[in-house]
């Protein structure tokens, strides 16, 4: 895998969010953490962190977009946020 | 009874069980922080005027056999119970010790060279360990009072309450202050892993399917089980240990979706909770 993101970044030139070094297994955790829990509509925050086996106490590692959407009241939907989800098995 | 009085073989068993309290893993790599604490007081000991480890009638320092719970790594004999002295020096001098980097550093608003010298505090420029790994380090010395192996001659002894206290000061001081460096740049801003990106997620999706075997090294095995283990993990949003231990069992089909059972978690080490994530393909 490792091996893969290394080939990513390097060759193919993709942003894959962070740079290779900073990157693990554990990254897709969070990264699937992290949309979850950023879907406009989407499940409960509580009922991510229970699927991700967190505590419901200070969980810092995911990004809360769309209270920073609601925030600077910027658009909602975006293509990118809801479109593209056949890759991903959630519910 | 007397636990005195018992046989060897069962005082093992007593200790075994005893020293259960701490996985596998855990315990590994305590012993490792241990080997690390060992080693900077071996190389500077005149310099702290301490004597942490014992020391046979030749002079040298003791260690227990080097097939003592993991093969060839020797651990020196640390005097315990721990003075708190002894404990103070070795901690402050661990939590000053200069770190090689590992992530992306910060841009320096101020030209940190140029600072003059605090004797009291000469890391505060340099990059330092993670408050979490000197918790850790902490966490070692504490387990290894505790653990008792009657075969190799490491005894249970008592951690002292006041030494206790005075680490768990010197803990919270530690974080302020690596907070404090991460303020100034001196220290990555973040810890640990980051998440990846969608853009990111889906390459690696694609790349997986591009896959061909190259050599003797990789086969076309690999392919499945990289596209079983990413697949996995993003629907389980599960820790890469929980998709590795997943087997046959741990399946099971529950009306139009798959249902995936972890029976413990790093968060739940007792299982008591046993959760279970379903998985629809959509």
């Known amino acids: 895998m490792m091996a893969a993101l290394y080939s990513l970044e390097t060759n193919d030139n993709i942003d894959l969010g962070a740079p290779y070094g900073d990157l693990g297994t554990h990254s897709v955790r969070k990264f699937a953490d992290t949309y979850a829990s ?10 991510v962190k229970h699927r991700a086996g967190h505590s419901l106490g200070k969980v810092q ?30 519910i | 009874m007397n636990e005195d009085n018992v046989t060897p073989e069962i005082q093992a068993f007593i200790a075994h069980a005893r020293n259960r309290t701490r996985a596998f893993q855990t315990q590994r790599g305590y012993l490792s922080c241990l080997r690390t604490i060992g080693k900077l007081m071996v190389e500077n000991w005149e310099v702290y005027c301490i004597k942490p480890i014992e020391v046979d009638c030749d002079g040298n320092i003791a260690y227990y056999p080097a097939d003592y719970l993991f093969k060839g790594k020797p651990i020196p004999k640390f005097v315990l119970p721990m003075d708190a002295g002894v404990a103070m020096t070795m901690f402050c001098h661990l939590s000053q010790k200069e770190q090689p980097s590992r992530k992306r550093q910060g841009n320096h608003a101020i030209d940190l060279t140029s600072e003059v010298v605090d004797p009291t505090n000469p890391s505060r420029n340099t990059i330092t360990m993670a408050s979490g790994s000197l918790i850790n380090f902490i966490s070692a010395v504490k387990w290894w009072h505790g653990y008792e192996d009657t075969a190799k001659g490491k005894k249970r002894v008592a951690f002292p309450e006041n030494v206790s206290e005075q680490l768990r000061e010197l803990c919270n001081g530690y974080k302020k202050e690596v907070g404090l460096k991460r303020k100034r740049g001196v220290m990555a801003a973040s810890e640990g892993k980051e998440a990846l990106s969608q853009a990111g997620y889906e390459a690696l999706c694609r790349y997986m399917y591009k896959l061909k075997p190259t050599g003797h090294s990789d086969r076309w095995s690999e392919t499945i089980f990289f596209n079983l283990f990413l697949r996995l993990q993003c629907a389980t949003i599960g820790r890469s240990d929980n998709i590795g231990a997943l087997f046959c069992d741990h399946f099971d089909w529950d009306g139009d979706s798959i249902s995936v059972k972890f029976v413990s978690t790093k968060s739940d080490q007792e299982g008591e909770i046993s959760r279970r994530i379903d998985i629809i393909k959509l």
């Open chain 1, 61 to 90: 590692d995911i990004y809360d977009y769309l209270c920073l959407r609601t925030i600077y009241q910027k658009k909602f939907l975006q293509t990118e946020m809801l479109h593209n989800s056949a890759t991903v098995i959630f």
């Open chain 1, 38 to 47: 950023n879907i406009p509509g989407g499940p409960l925050k509580d009922s």
